[in-house]
């Protein structure tokens, strides 16, 4: 299959407003690397490539993408119609194919999935590194993770106070890998924060979006708010909005980096610095701050004077999705505010399940 993306050139020399934002949703989904080729309908010159191919297929409108496969063409007018029918199951095509690299690699048998997951596993002594670095800074995790990993490593920002890890991985190396996940339901607080970190470091954030088919699904069938109305449901959207994504930044991924602290929830007490994640495919999960209190990250902070989200001064000690927050009390706990309608044991989103 060969996947063509004709863009246009406007008579005054730019690329359309729309191609550009076709272009971002495409990086966005992972899913530029599955186009073959891009070509040009330039309006300045009648020969351009793409603008023979619009004649050719009588075709008005830009952004378009041929699709040539086993003999057949098909256009696709809209970006959401090539995702519906084509990049989709690419994507997933992929992944599989992901998979079995992964298995090939730690040289394991293809029918046994299970197994599949220590593939890193057996080049560190876990027990000794976290033995070593408990006592350690986290820089210095961070050092050494960049050093064994990088660029199969990133840093999974929250957009929140583990804004500290960017600062001191960025002054580590500015080209160190850092992406955050849009939920679609983020705070405005939240965005903001992505642009002013962008613009203070100069640097990429690589932002990871839910697949749109999937839910616009969820939501035909559960209600926008479906989140309230059961632990399955929020589990659902979390699922979708949240894992998915995830998973598919770190299928490519041989380790990642957390903002994880032993104190911020009892589900996370038992933390440590590093792990086999064995619910991503058996990748390494670092968690520098896991030994930090909520004054240290702070101290950080505000020592490093490090850009931080607006809506820690609102009383949001802990931040996620808007309808999912709340702001808490002084003498609530800091995680008080998430999902605060569930019982404490089970709030986690399916991001950070427990890893050996
Ligand atoms: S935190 Fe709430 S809105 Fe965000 S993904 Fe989870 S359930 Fe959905």
């Not at 490539?49 to 004649?55: C, I, M, N, R, T």
């Not at 394991?108 to 027990?127: H, V």
């Not at 999960?285 to 909520?294: E, F, I, R, V, Y």
Request: proline share 4%.
């Amino acid at each position: 299959m060969k996947i063509t993306f004709v863009k246009k050139i406007k008579e005054d020399g730019e690329e359309c407003k729309k191609c550009r934002e076709v272009t971002e949703r495409l990086k966005a989904g992972n899913e530029l690397t599955l186009i073959d080729k891009i070509v040009y309908a330039d309006m300045r010159d009648a020969d351009s490539v793409g603008l023979k191919l619009a004649k050719e297929h009588n075709i008005d409108i830009a952004p378009f993408f041929i699709v040539e496969s086993e003999g057949n063409v098909t256009v696709y007018k809209t970006y959401m119609e090539l995702k519906k029918k084509i990049l989709k199951k690419a994507l997933e095509k992929a992944d599989i194919e992901i998979e079995e690299r992964r298995k090939a690699n730690a040289g394991i048998d293809s029918g046994d999935l299970t197994q599949s997951k220590t593939k890193t596993k057996p080049a560190f002594d876990i027990e000794q590194l976290n033995e070593e670095f408990e006592r350690k800074m986290p820089q210095e995790l961070l050092e050494w993770g960049l050093k064994e990993f990088h660029p199969c490593i990133a840093f999974a920002w929250s957009g929140a106070e583990d804004v500290a890890i960017l600062d001191m991985l960025v002054k580590i190396n500015p080209k160190a890998r850092i992406f955050t996940l849009d939920t679609g339901r983020l705070n405005p607080e939240t965005y903001d924060l992505i642009d002013r970190v962008r613009e203070r470091y100069g640097i990429d954030i690589e932002v990871m979006f839910p697949d749109a088919a999937e839910v616009e699904e969820m939501v035909r069938e559960h209600g926008v708010n479906l989140f309230y109305q059961s632990v399955e449901n929020r589990q659902l959207c979390c699922n979708l909005r949240k894992v998915q994504p995830l998973k598919r930044m770190l299928s490519s991924l041989d380790a990642w980096i957390t903002g994880l602290r032993r104190g911020q929830a009892v589900t996370r007490t038992v933390l440590k610095k590093i792990e086999i994640d064995e619910s991503f495919g058996g990748i390494i999960k670092l968690n520098p701050l896991a030994d930090w209190s909520h004054k240290d990250v702070w101290d950080y902070i505000h020592k490093n004077n490090v850009p931080y989200n607006e809506l820690h001064d609102k009383g949001y000690p802990s931040i996620g999705c808007a309808p999912c927050t709340r702001f808490v009390k002084p003498d609530e706990d800091i995680r008080a505010g998430r999902w605060w309608w569930e019982s404490p044991e089970g709030k986690e989103c399916g991001l950070h399940v427990k890893s050996k």
